[in-house]
C-alpha cells in the first residue's frame, strides 16, 4: 500500500471502530463526537445497512438494558438508507429515563430486525452501575414461533383480536432461568412497537428446552399487518408477523344507522306535518267516489208543464206521507212528461167496472 493511502485509511480505523463488522456485510454506526451536553447535537453515520431501509436513532440509557424504555424515545429521529445502505443523520442530545452509561441505538423499523449502537456519553447526566442481571440462563429460541387462535364473533364487531405466542427455546448457560421476564411488543406499520412485560411461571434449566406460550392482545378494532416481538435480556428472540382482518361488523353497523336513522326521522316529520297543516271545510265530507253534487241532476232535468209538475209532486209527497210502509216501488219517482203527452185532467184513470158488479 503506498503511504498516502495508508496515511488517509489510518483516521478512518482509528475513528470508525464500530465499523468493525461492516466487511462482514454487518450494519454499523458511527458517531462526530463521543460526548455532548443536553440542546446540543451529534452525527451519525451509519453503513452496511439494507438499502432504502427505514430506521431509528434513540439515545438510550444503561447500555440499552431496559429496551427502549430507557431511551429518550420523545427526541429520536428516524432516516432512511440510500441505494447503498448508507446514511447520515443530525440527532439531538437529550438525557434518557435511565443514567448513563448511555449509547446511540439505531434500529430498523421494518423487515428484517437488524441494530447496532455506539457508546456515548451525556454531559451532565448521572451515572450509576448497570443493574445485574435477572437470572443466571441465556435464553435462545430453537424453533419457528407461532401464533395459534382465531377470531371469534365479536371481534368481526370490534372486539380486540386476541392470538397466544409459542415459542421454543433453550438455555445455553449454566444456571437455570427462573420465571424469565419477557417483553412482549406489537408494532403496526412504521409505528414503533408498544412493549410490556410478561412473566412465564416455570423454570428452564441448564442446556434444556420448554415451550413458552404468552397471550398477545390488540387494542379493540385494529386490522391491517401487525408485527409481533419477543424480547428477553435486551435482545429482540422472536419477530412474528400478524395479519388482521378488518371488522367487516362495525362497518355494516354504521352503514345500517346511515340509512334507518333519516328514514325514521323522515317519517316522523311527514307524520307531524300532516297532523299540523290546516284541513279545508268540506274536504272529503259528505262526498263519497262517483257521487256527483247536488243540483247536478236539476240542471240536466227537462222543463216540465206548468201545473202537472206541481199536481204530480205534491200527490206524490201524499202518497209518501199516509203510506209509510210501502214498497220500494212505492217512493220511486214518477215519470216525467212533456205538455203533449201530459194527462187531460178530465181523463179518469180508474178502471171502469163492469155491469154486474158491485
Known amino acids: 500500500m503506498p ?12 475513528d470508525s471502530a464500530p465499523y468493525a463488522a461492516i466487511a462482514a456485510g ?41 429496551g427502549t424504555n430507557s431511551c429518550a424515545n420523545g427526541d429520536g429521529r428516524a432516516v432512511t438508507t440510500d441505494r447503498h445502505g448508507t446514511f447520515r443523520r443530525a440527532l439531538p442530545v437529550a438525557e434518557p429515563p435511565k443514567p448513563c452509561p448511555c449509547v446511540v441505538h ?21 451515572v450509576a452501575p448497570l443493574p445485574e442481571e435477572r437470572g443466571g440462563g441465556r435464553l435462545a429460541v430453537l424453533a419457528q414461533p407461532r401464533l395459534t387462535g382465531s377470531s371469534g364473533l365479536l371481534t368481526w364487531f370490534g372486539a380486540p383480536p386476541q392470538r397466544e405466542l409459542r415459542v421454543t427455546v433453550g438455555n445455553l448457560g449454566s444456571a437455570p432461568a427462573r420465571n424469565p421476564v419477557f417483553r ?20 428452564v434449566p441448564a442446556g434444556k428446552k420448554a415451550e413458552v406460550r ?18 428477553y435480556g435486551g435482545k429482540v428472540l422472536v419477530e412474528q408477523p400478524w395479519g388482521v382482518g378488518r371488522p367487516w361488523g362495525v362497518t355494516l353497523f354504521w352503514v345500517l344507522l346511515c340509512v334507518v336513522v333519516p328514514t325514521a326521522v323522515f317519517r316522523i316529520g311527514m307524520a307531524l306535518v300532516d297532523r299540523v297543516r290546516p284541513h279545508r271545510p268540506g274536504r272529503g265530507r259528505g262526498r263519497s267516489a262517483g257521487r256527483t253534487p247536488p243540483g247536478t241532476h236539476a240542471a240536466r232535468r227537462p222543463h216540465r208543464a206548468a201545473g202537472t209538475g206541481e199536481r204530480i209532486g205534491s200527490r206524490t209527497s201524499g202518497e209518501r206521507a199516509t203510506d209509510g210502509s ?9 215519470p ?11 181523463t179518469s184513470t180508474e178502471r171502469p167496472t163492469s155491469k154486474g158488479s158491485a
Open 3 to 14: 503511504p498516502a493511502a495508508a496515511a488517509q485509511a489510518a483516521p478512518h480505523a482509528t
Open 26 to 66: 454487518e450494519p454499523g454506526v458511527r458517531l462526530s463526537a463521543k460526548e455532548a451536553g443536553k440542546g446540543g447535537t451529534v452525527t451519525v453515520t451509519g453503513s452496511g445497512w439494507r438499502p432504502r431501509a427505514l430506521l431509528t436513532l434513540l439515545i438510550c440509557g444503561q447500555n440499552m438494558i431496559g
Open 106 to 126: 439505531v434500529a430498523t423499523v421494518t423487515g428484517a430486525a437488524a441494530d447496532a449502537e455506539a457508546p456515548f456519553k451525556v454531559a451532565g447526566h448521572p
Open 184 to 203: 412482549l411488543g406489537t408494532s403496526h406499520g412504521v409505528f414503533a412497537p408498544v412493549w410490556e412485560e410478561q412473566q412465564w411461571r416455570g423454570t
Open 214 to 231: 404468552l397471550p398477545v392482545e390488540l387494542p379493540a378494532g385494529a386490522h391491517g399487518d401487525y408485527l409481533v416481538s419477543l424480547k
Open 326 to 334: 210501502g214498497t220500494p216501488g212505492d217512493s220511486a219517482a214518477l
Open 336 to 346: 216525467w212528461f212533456t205538455p203533449d203527452t201530459a194527462p187531460s185532467t178530465t
